[in-house]
């Protein structure tokens, strides 16, 4: 096992790596921004280290600084957390090749993976249902018109790289394709570096079901079951759940299988998520992977009982992992909202600033990760998530009445938060039917 491990990020996940580091007698080393400072994740690591301005480009995703600090500290591997460099196979590449071990895939399933097209391809070879689409990147436009032709109208435009919604769009007809495609190449250009897009047949009002997988290196591979994320604003995740409310128990078995198949016929190791489109009805079909730890992880460590974080860090050391998948088990439900400071009466514009006070809901089912605390000032150079509300019960009703009850006990004082808007998405019918899509929150409690 590891002395010491750097964590190449900042905020929530940054303080969750090191409480994580802690508990297994491993000493953390931070890295902060000068906007950082004084953040949570920087006071209660062992040591901390500058590596720039607050810009994110000038610091977190500086590489160069981040080995340095890693060099200087002893630490023997990095973990990189999500976002920033988490899915950068060049600085997972440079970490290994400084001698440094990187928590998280090898860079070359990172590459094979992190590029949607090629994952497709992957996902075909593993029997893994996909969604109809283009015979791989569109050359140009006559490619398009005659892959649309093919697939049938309405047609997705995705980005090869990158997510969040960039680089995406719906073409009803060909007229509108020719439109949308020079739009979509722009964005992706300029969102990730990579002008590469390919079709997928459009599937009208999906759900959005990921299985989080975790593999040794070992070639022990296990899903720890799935999560339903399709409360969703702009494709940005409002609400996590598990298990996803609406799955029958076949499809879940289904699902759960595929995902596990896709990532061993990768030779992936590590903690990742493989991701799902489910159709009205019940059919799944496979969209991406992210070869990392995502924000919602915290939905499945409360079901199945399991540290993620602990499990990366022992497989990343060469630990195998502890149980199979005969062990898992999935127990109650486990909800999670995401806190993040900004204003839902202003079309959720971001609110940075200083907190004046903050009250932290507690009790039965309720666990708060978050780096934000009275007196903390929020910068405005990064994500505005400040923290993440999870509760855990024995069933759905009492997973969303105790979310509620959370999130009106939850104070922060200073700035807006997304806690009102949550509580009216968890009181709809819709949401608590489970009935909703991907595209239900613009669509029914936006469209005013």
């Known amino acids: 096992m590891y002395n010491r491990i750097l964590i190449a990020n900042r905020g929530e996940i940054a303080l969750r790596i090191v409480r994580a580091c802690k508990e297994m007698g491993v000493e953390s080393v931070a890295v902060f921004s000068e906007a950082d400072r004084d953040s949570a994740h920087v006071r209660y690591a062992d040591d901390a280290y500058c590596i ?74 593993a029997n893994v249902p996909v969604v109809p689409g283009s015979d791989g990147l569109l050359a140009d436009e006559a490619h398009a018109i005659e892959s649309a032709q093919t697939i049938g109208y309405p047609v997705l435009i995705k980005a090869t790289a990158g997510g969040g919604g960039k680089g995406m769009r719906v073409a009803p007809n060909e007229q509108s394709l020719r439109t949308a495609l020079q739009q979509a190449q722009q964005e992706a250009q300029a969102a ?46 409002l609400i996590e759940e598990s298990p996803s409310p609406l799955l029958s128990s076949k499809t879940r078995t289904a699902i759960c299988e595929a995902a596990a198949r896709l990532v061993r016929n990768a030779d992936y190791q590590n903690a990742g998520t493989v991701e799902f489109i489910v159709d009205q009805d019940d059919n ?89 605390h009275a007196g903390y000032t929020v910068p405005p150079f990064y994500d505005s998530m400040i923290g993440k509300l999870i509760v855990h019960k024995p069933t759905r009703e009492e997973a969303i009445a105790c979310m509620i009850r959370g999130l009106e006990e939850l104070r922060v004082e200073g700035i807006a938060t997304t806690a009102s808007f949550q509580i009216r998405v968890l009181k709809d019918p819709a949401f608590v039917a489970g009935t909703i899509d991907t595209k239900w929150v613009e669509r029914e409690l936006l469209c005013s």
């Open 52 to 125: 720039g301005p607050s810009r994110s480009a000038d610091s977190y995703l500086r590489i160069e600084n981040i080995i340095s600090a890693a060099e200087v500290s002893g630490a023997e591997a990095i973990h990189p957390g999500y976002g920033f460099l988490a899915e950068n196979a060049y600085f997972n590449e440079v970490c290994r090749s400084s001698e440094f071990d990187f928590i998280g895939p090898s860079p070359e399933a990172m590459t094979q993976l992190g590029d949607k097209a090629t994952a497709r391809a992957v996902a075909i070879a």
């Open 192 to 237: 990730f570096g990579n002008a590469g897009v390919y079709l997928e047949k459009f599937i009208d009002r999906p759900r959005h079901v990921e299985v989080q997988v975790i593999a040794d290196n070992h070639g022990n591979v296990c899903h720890l079951f799935e999560r339903d994320c399709s409360a969703q604003r702009r494709h940005q995740k």
């Open 284 to 372: 799944f079909y496979f969209i991406e992977v992210n070869a990392r730890i995502q924000v919602e992880h915290p939905v499945t460590e409360m079901v199945t009982g399991i540290d993620l974080i602990q499990t990366q860090i022992r497989v990343a050391a060469g630990v195998p992992l502890p149980f199979q998948q005969e062990d898992i088990r999935l127990n109650g439900v486990s909800m999670e909202c995401r806190i993040n400071a900004e204003n839902p009466d202003k079309n959720f514009q971001p609110c940075p600033g200083h907190i004046k006070q903050m009250f932290i809901p507690g009790g039965l089912g309720i666990r708060f990760d978050s780096h934000a």
